[in-house]
């Protein structure tokens, strides 16, 4: 059978666009078929009256400036011309009550050094120790991303223990596990250093160091950006590439099923019309999945389900978000948040690892505890999306499925509504004047993101990023190898989430196909 296309890509999210503009860079065809009415998944923007609202990104690395597997996909598909990283200056301030005054946590490793000292003197020798670990796991990874020939090995091959060696000491340890090890209880400096660990999990006891090390130590190394003009300008310019090449970027198509060959190999996709329409079959020997392997599952055919779902069944998932937006008539600056990023930590959380009993709060209506708060003024910098008279500000914190699951559409909106004046008030308290300045209010939830990215339970990392129990191969899948051949994963879930993993996955899984191809 003749292919229609190279590969087909299920899903338009950073990972898959990342996959399909590669792959259409060696000089392939590929058709991206998204369910959605505009592409990029997570990595979006939408329009409320004159506002232009960021629906995920808070800020993320800048390749050039730390080790990031964007780097090279930034490269290869020249994205620095189109794509302005705006760096958001300090990495984040934390109001928290254990910790006293607003802290303010720099980038760049000296200059956290010294304001942690400055704030936590007793613990100067700790602080010293501690960011000498991440920096030693930074650089063993940079050994091994930067690509070296047999002549550099050979100089260098006698290094390979020491600098292995703080990676290995910490191969199944924890993020709770290391900061004890350094801080014993001195919670408070433990909130400096994660109060945005809401990012990658809510659980600091089952959370991988190492994950920790390198996303966190990349940020306290080299700060974090903003992409100018919002994450729909990366995500477009990826769709541009594949339309460059020849290839197809279709929005409101829904893929139903995948075809596999007489061998069991991929052979095409199923689709329809989102609002209804004839089904469609397009043809190709690739066939790349940014949506999750949950959602695969039932576009297989039944034979073929237990086997596929075999690497994936028993991994725990990441987290949901709920994100609130809102629009003020005022410069947040003009309120007292004088950070791009504020972490929010309430007074009943006493420990680091209270971050697991945030979530449960959004099951019952608001009641007095808020869970921890992460406030982004995009006014602060120039993010390019103020093209009216109002300043958003985007309010994240963690959030489950099972807190508006089964609830009937008007139960869902009176809680909704309930929690959205519940944050507007807490922030009201912090900086008063700011409930006046809100001008508009819109919050999304984890069913908000299970609908709208029909990933399971809402979630937004793909599978969490644990300790590995037993071995390395327990621990999330680092591949993007499926049991059907010619089916690639090109999501959070083939390694890590977040705009970086999201891309690295997608970098990885365009590379294996092409490897296969030749
Ligand atoms: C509120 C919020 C804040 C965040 N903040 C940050 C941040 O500051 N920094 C950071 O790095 N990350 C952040 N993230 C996380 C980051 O956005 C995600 O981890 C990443 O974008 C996930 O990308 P992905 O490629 O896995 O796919 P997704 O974005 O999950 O996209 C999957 C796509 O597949 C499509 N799809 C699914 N099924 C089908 C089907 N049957 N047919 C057709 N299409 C289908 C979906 O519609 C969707 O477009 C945030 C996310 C949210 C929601």
């Known amino acids: 059978m003749q292919d229609d296309y190279d590969a087909i890509v299920i899903g338009s999210g950073l ?65 620095y011309q189109d794509i302005e990283f705006v760096p958001v200056g300090d990495f984040y301030e934390v109001r928290c009550p254990l910790i006293g005054a607003p802290l ?14 400055e704030r936590f003197p007793d ?44 990676v290995l000491r910490d191969m199944r340890s924890s993020v709770s596990t290391v900061l004890q090890r350094y801080f014993g209880d001195n919670e408070a400096i433990k909130f400096a250093l994660a109060p945005n660990l809401l990012y990658y999990s809510d659980d600091p006891d089952q959370m991988w160091w190492l994950f920790y090390a390198v996303a966190q130590g990349g940020f306290f190394h080299g700060g974090g950006s903003y992409i100018k003009g919002g994450s729909q ?48 079959t397009s043809h190709a020997s690739v066939v790349f999945a940014n949506a999750s392997p949950h959602a695969l599952e039932n576009m297989l055919p039944p034979a073929e389900r237990d086997r596929f779902m075999a690497p994936y069944r028993d991994k725990p ?27 929010l930590i309430p007074k009943w959380m006493e420990q680091l690892r209270d971050f697991k009993h945030c979530a449960e709060i959004l099951a019952d209506k608001p009641s007095g505890r808020l869970p921890m708060l992460a406030v982004v003024d995009y006014s602060r910098i120039d993010t390019g999306l103020i ?53 508009q209010k819109d919050m999304a939830t984890a069913r908000t993101m299970r609908d709208y990215l029909n990933t399971p339970d809402g979630v937004l990392y793909g599978f969490a990023p644990n300790v590995p129990q037993r071995s390395l191969l327990s621990g999330p899948p680092t591949t993007p190898k499926t049991s059907i051949q010619g089916l690639w994963l090109a999501s959070a879930y083939a390694g890590a989430g977040g705009f970086s993993g999201a891309m690295g996955s997608g970098g990885a899984a365009a590379k294996a196909a092409l490897r296969e191809c030749r």
């Open 387 to 439: 093209d009216g008279e109002l300043f958003p500000v985007s309010i994240v914190g963690v959030d489950r499925l099972t807190n508006w699951e089964g609830l009937s559409d008007g139960d869902y909106q009176a809680k909704k509504g309930a929690w959205l004046d519940a944050v507007i008030d807490r922030l009201d308290e912090e900086w008063p004047g700011f409930a006046d300045a809100v001008v």
């Open 317 to 343: 998932l990441s987290i949901s978000l709920f994100s609130i937006s809102l629009g003020l008539i005022k410069r947040p600056s003009e309120l007292g948040i004088y950070a791009y990023s504020t972490h």
């Open 233 to 280: 300008v990366l995500s477009n310019q990826l769709v541009d590439r594949i339309r460059v090449e020849g290839g197809e970027a279709l929005a409101e198509q829904t893929v139903s099923e995948i075809l596999l060959g007489d061998r069991g190999e991929v052979s095409g996709v199923k689709y329809r019309p989102r609002w209804g329409g004839d089904e469609k």
């Open 15 to 79: 990972g898959g666009l990342t996959a399909g503009a590669l792959f259409a860079h060696a000089g392939h065809r590929v058709l991206v078929l998204e369910q959605n009415q505009s592409f990029g998944g997570a990595a979006t923007t939408y329009h409320r009256g004159a506002m232009t609202i960021e629906a995920s990104l808070h800020e993320t690395t800048d390749p050039r400036r730390t080790a990031d597997p964007k780097g090279e996909i930034f490269q290869a598909l020249d994205l």
């Open 123 to 166: 613990e100067t020798d700790s602080i010293h120790r501690f960011l000498k670990h991440v920096r030693s796991i930074q650089s063993a990874l940079q050994f091994f991303i930067e690509k070296h020939d047999g002549l550099w090995w050979l100089a260098h091959g006698a290094e390979l223990p020491f600098r292995l060696w703080p």
């Open 104 to 117: 303010t946590i720099p980038h760049g490793l000296a200059s956290l050094r010294d304001r942690l000292i």
